[in-house]
């Protein structure tokens, strides 16, 4: 049976039980029963559940495992972590994160003005807040009054522009100054799809002229002992750690070059992002080659041996990783809408009283089909499948004779693959893999799995019930935007398979996991679709509790952000029904009303699902 990939990118989260995705903790709930519970009030269109109790099993993992690695390898500096606000910044995952966090000190990376001031109101005091990225010296003032207000920060600098502006600053007000960090360039550079941020080509860091320029410039005003981090960062979701080690060695060198260039203060090396997350359900594609068991090791191992090579103290290790702590956290929800395939439903056969030779035939074969002679049967209806194509073609039968042979050729092949399924057969699999079958969701893939359209990067999916059936529909998912690239197509490499669902009967979600890391903010309102509904679910023993509800935002509210005045829209509408010669006067104020209803909700579908 279909397990989707769970055991390969869940990390044990989650699990099938009674047919059902559950979550492996507590009270172990089911998606489904949480989704059925949410929109037992009538709510349609997505939703994007949020778990706490995976935050703080990130968060306690990374640490965990670096302070492991640090007791094993004897290693004297410390291990500290921030969290790259860029990554998640909607304050329900930021609550969890600063809450969970706080008996770490758990602290948060600034890469604009706006994250440094989330990080300034939401950091737990002492913890620390780490500032990378281009700053101005609006920016850079920021920092020092973080400092002056007993935040424990690092402007790490971009460029030597920075730190002369840094002492610009601290030569015309009396504020604290904040702690500086150097942002190295290495000339190794990273791996996986977001490798840009590291490597001699990189948009960021300082080349090794400009380290001892930058030492020059901070002995001369008297500031090295305001040097208190270097920071490399070679990019996103690193599928192999390689890279890593070679960038730790050159980074390592640096740190113990400047620590004999007498920056005796430096003390810490913050070793950026890019823990991988597991996104692939295949046992053949995995997305990355190590575990964090691994990677903390490697790193703790690495500094500890280049700095007893050069006679250096070891330095506290931080990281900046992100994904690593955010993406399991959230899973998004999406009812299907409607199955394409379910207009060659036996019941639309519309038969005559004289039929074609050869439908007559494939009406026999679709009835005496079995599973002994399944095989035979279906070679016979592709094949007159193929011959009434032409004799359309050549004018010889009309378009209700196509039909009904493209309905009984479609029920043959069906009935086979339930006699077989296609694990044991290339030739069904590959019928199958023809005769996909589109399913339409009602969510936006542009607003909810932005990266799934940017980068290809694919999102581990699965239906949240029925995994005791057999799943045999080769499925491609389409969401409801008007855009041809808002549709996750069939892959025969890494096939999905769902069910066949009547969903007049029964309903059918999807759910999309490991969504919880850059998603959310990337995500755009192409066609106007808002950001969906959102939930964050508490887990205990006896059951959970559903909180923090926020939702999507209303048509007439879209408007409005994107510049329209909702009022002059909202008034123009009225306006237009009042004065119309089509709406008999009895039926204005009900078409108002509907009108009203309608500006007030969000935009997705509300039909069935
Ligand atoms: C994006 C970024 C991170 C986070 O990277 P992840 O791959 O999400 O861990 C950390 N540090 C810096 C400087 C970044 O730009």
Redesign the pocket.
């Known amino acids: 049976m279909n397990n989707y990939g769970i055991n390969i990118w869940s990390d044990n989260n989650f699990i099938i039980e009674d047919g059902e995705v559950k979550l492996n903790f507590k009270s172990k709930p089911s998606l489904l029963e949480i989704s059925k519970d949410i929109r037992s009030a009538g709510l349609k269109g997505p939703l994007l559940l949020r778990f706490p109790h995976l935050i703080k099993k990130q968060i306690k993992s990374l640490y965990t495992n670096f302070n492991n690695a640090i007791k094993e390898n004897k290693y004297q500096g410390l291990f500290g972590a921030v969290f790259?606000l860029?990554?998640n910044q909607f304050p329900h995952a930021i609550e969890s994160i600063v809450t969970q966090g706080k008996e770490y000190s758990y602290g948060l990376?600034a890469?604009s003005k706006a994250e440094l001031i989330l990080a300034m109101s939401k950091a737990n005091l002492n913890s620390k807040i780490t500032v990378?990225?281009f700053k101005d010296k609006e920016m850079i003032t920021l920092g020092f009054i973080a400092s002056s207000s007993g935040h424990n920060l690092t402007l790490i600098i971009e460029g030597l522009n920075e730190l002369n502006t840094i002492i610009e600053v601290a030569n015309e007000t009396k504020l604290k100054v904040p702690n500086i960090g150097i942002?190295v360039r290495l000339h190794s550079a990273g791996s996986g799809s977001?490798a840009k941020?590291g490597g001699m080509d990189s948009k960021?860091g300082l080349t090794s002229t400009e380290i001892i320029e930058a030492i020059f410039i901070l002995k001369n005003n008297a500031f090295l002992d305001k040097l208190s981090m270097i920071?490399f960062?070679i990019?996103?979701?690193?599928n192999d750690i390689a890279p890593l080690k070679k960038a730790l060695r050159e980074a390592g060198n640096i740190y113990a070059e400047l620590k004999k260039m007498g920056a005796s203060y430096l003390d810490n090396i913050n070793i950026?992002?890019?823990?991988?997350v597991e996104y692939n359900q295949h046992p053949h594609a995995f997305t990355h080659n190590y575990s964090i068991e691994e990677f903390s090791s490697s790193v703790v191992f690495l500094l500890g041996e280049i700095m007893d090579t050069k006679g250096v103290k070891h330095p506290n290790i931080y990281t900046?990783?992100?994904?690593?702590i955010a993406a399991s956290h959230a899973v998004l929800i999406a009812p299907v809408l409607e199955l394409f395939s379910q207009e060659y439903h036996e019941k639309f056969l519309n038969l005559k009283k004289n039929n074609p030779p050869l439908i007559k035939e494939l009406l026999e074969l679709n009835k005496l089909l079995d599973k002994k002679t399944s095989i035979e049967y279906l070679h016979d209806a592709l094949d007159h499948q193929e011959s009434l194509f032409t004799l359309f073609d050549l004018g010889y039968i009309d378009l209700q004779d196509k039909s009904n042979a493209e309905i009984l050729v479609h029920n043959i092949i069906k009935k086979t693959l339930y006699f077989w399924g296609f694990e044991n057969s290339k030739e069904l699999e590959q019928l199958q893999a023809k005769l996909q079958e589109r399913y339409l969701i009602n969510l936006s893939i542009f607003q909810s799995l932005p990266d799934y359209w940017g980068m290809e990067q694919n999102f581990p999916v699965m239906p949240l019930n029925n995994l005791n059936k057999k799943a045999l529909r080769a499925a491609s998912i389409c969401d409801i935007t008007c855009d041809s690239d808002g549709e996750i197509g069939f892959n025969p490499n890494k096939p999905l398979h769902l069910h066949d669902i009547d969903l007049k009967k029964d309903e059918y979600f999807l759910g999309f996991f490991n969504i919880g890391?850059?998603q959310e903010t990337l995500g755009m309102n192409h066609n106007l679709f808002s950001r969906p509904n959102e939930y964050t679910i508490d887990i205990d023993e006896n059951g959970y509790n559903i909180k923090n509800i926020i939702e999507s935002k209303s048509v007439l509210n879209i408007l409005d952000d994107i510049g329209y005045d909702k009022d002059e829209i909202l008034n123009k509408l009225k306006a237009d029904i009042l004065t119309s010669n089509f709406i008999k006067k009895k039926e204005k104020t009900d078409t108002l009303a509907k009108l009203d209803v309608y500006l007030k909700q969000n935009s997705y579908l509300r039909t069935t699902n």
Do not use: D, T
Not at 320 to 324: K, P, Q, V, Y
């Open positions: 790259p860029k990554v990376e890469g990378n990225g942002r977001w941020s960021f920071h960062h990019g996103s979701q690193m950026g992002g890019g823990l991988a900046e990783s992100g994904r690593f890391a850059y």
